[in-house]
């Protein structure tokens, strides 16, 4: 079946620093989605890349799908405390044209800032 | 609106015991998800609604899980038997019909086994 890889699993950073975390599907995806948890929070959908090769920006947060629809990344500028947490990358298989409701998650990279 | 909602927010209940989970989807979301994650770690796929459909159950581990989902809107988690292994936060979410499938996740339930 489908697996989701992300690398690092972890990554402290001192306040200031970019921070970025890597993910990687076993599968084509029609589409890639992030998600943030904050400690003792719920996953909150931060944002989705459909075309290949696509960036998007969200203030410090730039976000990359790969030419072949199986990689991403997210990049954070000039890390703030308030970038703790838990980022997930996330995608549906794409599947001759129709893309399915369910999600693969990534195991997530945890990220901690130092002040 | 009102988001994605869960109850309880935490449970503590004794090995052996059955438990049951509610969510209560976004109106209007025809997509419903359960999800368990263990402390620090990622998200478990457990099972999948979508319409009328028949559920994508394939997450499931083990047969003391089930979960049903009324009239197309809440859904309730069983788990039969707890065990400690069961413990964890499980986690709910939706997605409208219309989209790019993003889901919006509830709170959480803590459960507890001891």
């Known amino acids: 079946g489908q697996q989701v890889m992300q690398i690092p699993q972890y990554q402290h950073v001192q306040e200031g620093e970019d921070f970025t975390t890597y993910c990687n599907s076993s599968?084509?995806?029609?589409?890639i989605q992030w998600y943030k948890q904050r400690p003792g929070g719920h996953p909150v959908f931060l944002i989705q890349?459909?075309?290949?090769?696509e960036v998007k920006k969200q203030k410090r947060l730039t976000f990359q799908f790969g030419e072949a629809k199986k990689n991403s990344s997210l990049h954070i500028t000039a890390t703030q405390t308030t970038d703790v947490g838990t980022y997930f990358c996330a995608g549906p298989p794409w599947a001759g044209g129709t893309s399915y409701g369910k999600l693969t998650f990534g195991q997530g990279t945890i990220l901690t800032v130092h002040p | 609106g009102a988001g994605v909602s869960q109850s309880p927010s935490n449970k503590v209940t004794e090995k052996g015991k059955d438990v049951e989970l509610r969510c209560d989807p976004i109106s209007g979301h025809t997509a419903l998800y359960w999800y368990r994650q263990s402390l620090g770690q990622g998200l478990e796929f457990l099972i999948y609604?979508?319409?009328?459909?028949?559920?994508?159950k394939s997450g499931l581990p083990s047969d003391r899980f089930s979960a049903e989902r009324t009239g197309g809107s809440v859904s309730t988690l069983t788990i039969q038997r707890t065990q400690q292994e069961d413990s964890a936060v499980y986690l709910c979410?939706?997605?409208?019909?219309?989209?790019?499938?993003?889901?919006?996740f509830g709170p959480g339930t803590r459960l507890t086994v001891t």
């Open positions: 890349l459909v075309k290949s090769g």
């Open positions: 599968t084509t995806l029609s589409n």
């Open positions: 979410a939706s997605t409208s019909p219309t989209g790019g499938y993003e889901q919006y």
């Open positions: 609604f979508q319409g009328n459909s028949a559920p994508d």
